[in-house]
């Protein structure tokens, strides 16, 4: 599996029809949006949202507190009161961009790609300066990968690398997709590249070894892969894309801690659940093998990744369950 890099947005200060703030207010706002982030940072919730909220009654001009007040929410247990919080500023302030990116990121966190791409594509309309437009489209181009639009996905990608040529971030995405689109020869100028830039940028060394296990070579694939693990322990692709590698050369019982680590650090993952299913295959323990398979389908594994995980079922599931 690739690592996608999700851009965040670039704050620029929008205003709407603004009420009338004095410098005053303006600078006690300004006091408050940062005792928040204080307060958040040590996960203190309550007082974070305290804070966020007199900021915004000071000074409710800035989109900027009012995406902090979502984010606060959202760390608060809160998702239903943040997403009506955030429908509530992008009315607000229907013009700018950075509203749209943040309920785009939202949707394909929770894999509603469809909606995110419309959200994306309205940040994209919005957007202010080359440089934003640049990580709308990237994200843009992230959530279409996910619906499989390779097509769609590489003129995203290509339209932010061309806007911004200098971000990591656009041409991790870029090389990401050159497989699926013919052009292969891209992937390992591309992401060689950034390592050439950045030796610690770990979702280059995520996609080499995915890169290399599409080549055939998973010796070299673990290479790569232990590298990202190395610079980040808590790198869940890696561990994931790692047992992948192991399994080809038949060390299982690494396979399955790989995995398993993998899983633990993201459940959500439909891929990793493909991953466990074949190495139990190959450990010819069929039951948790389709216990994996219908996890991954459940997680929507086939709107992403195709009908592999169907293919297994069919084979390998038909009477394993009363």
């Known amino acids: 599996m690739r690592k996608l890099v999700l ?61 902090y007040k979502v984010e606060v929410l959202f760390m608060s247990n809160k998702p239903e009161e943040g997403m009506g919080f955030l429908n509530t500023t992008i009315k607000t302030f229907s013009e700018s961009p950075e509203g749209y990116n943040a309920r785009g990121s939202i949707f394909e966190a929770i894999r509603q790609f469809e909606w995110a791409i419309k959200d994306f594509s309205k940040a994209i309309e919005f957007a202010k300066n080359k440089k934003n437009k640049a990580l709308y489209y990237s994200n843009r181009g992230g959530a279409k990968v996910q619906i499989m639009d390779y097509e769609g996905a590489y003129d995203d990608l290509l339209n932010a690398y061309n806007l911004y040529p200098k971000s990591l971030d656009v041409l991790n995405n870029l090389a990401m997709v050159c497989d699926e689109v013919g052009k292969k020869e891209e992937t390992l100028i591309y992401l060689n590249k950034i390592i050439s830039v950045d030796s610690t940028y770990i979702p280059a060394y995520v996609n080499l070894g995915f890169k290399y ?107 394993t369950r009363n």
């Open 7 to 67: 851009l965040l947005l670039l704050m620029i200060p929008f205003c709407v029809d603004a009420q009338k703030v004095s410098k005053k207010q303006a600078k006690k706002a300004e006091v408050h949006f940062k005792t928040s982030i204080e307060q958040l940072g040590i996960e203190k919730t309550d007082e974070a949202l305290d804070e966020i909220n007199t900021a915004i009654s000071l000074n409710p001009n800035l989109i900027e507190y009012h995406l």
């Open 213 to 319: 296990q599409l080549m055939g070579d998973h010796e070299k694939a673990i290479t790569y892969l232990s590298k990202a693990i190395e610079l980040n322990p808590n790198e869940e692709l890696g561990y994931s894309n790692l047992s992948y590698s192991l399994l080809q050369l038949g060390k299982l019982d690494e396979a399955m801690e790989a995995i398993n680590t993998s899983i633990d650090l993201n459940p959500m993952n439909p891929y990793a659940y493909r991953n466990r299913a074949l190495i139990y295959l190959a450990k010819n323990d069929t039951l948790n093998a389709c216990d994996d398979i219908e996890e991954g389908l459940l997680k929507g594994f086939s709107k992403s990744y195709g009908t592999e995980l169907e293919e297994l079922r069919d084979e390998h599931c038909k009477g």
